[in-house]
C-alpha cells in the first residue's frame, strides 16, 4: 500500500502563480548554466550481464540501484570523453 501524501494538493492546485513565493530561491545565473548537468533523455531497456556480487553492491543500496549503476558507468564515460578531449 501506497504511503499517503501529507501535501494539501487541493490547495496547491487552487494556487495562481502570482501567489507562489520565490524569496528563497537563487537567482538562475550564467555560473547556474555554466555547471548545470544536462539531461540525457529517455531511457532504453537493455539487457546487460554483471557479476552476481557487482549487483548485489549495488542492491544493498536500497531502491534505485539500477539509477545508481546508470549514474557510475555516466560518471565513467564523461571521464573517458575528458581524457579523449584532452589528448
Known amino acids: 500500500m501506497r504511503k499517503q501524501s501529507k501535501t494539501g494538493w487541493t490547495k496547491i492546485k487552487a494556487m495562481k502563480d502570482r ?3 520565490f524569496s528563497d ?3 538562475l545565473d550564467d555560473n547556474f548554466f555554466a555547471e548545470a548537468t544536462l539531461w540525457p533523455g529517455k531511457k532504453k531497456q537493455i539487457t546487460i550481464r ?11 543500496k536500497g ?12 560518471r565513467y564515460m564523461e571521464a573517458q570523453q ?5 589528448t
Open 19 to 21: 501567489d507562489i513565493d
Open 50 to 60: 554483471l557479476d552476481s556480487d557487482v549487483v548485489d553492491f549495488f542492491k544493498t
Open 82 to 86: 575528458r581524457r579523449l578531449k584532452s
Open 25 to 27: 530561491v537563487p537567482e
Open 63 to 74: 531502491r534505485g540501484y539500477q539509477s545508481s549503476i546508470n549514474a557510475t558507468l555516466r
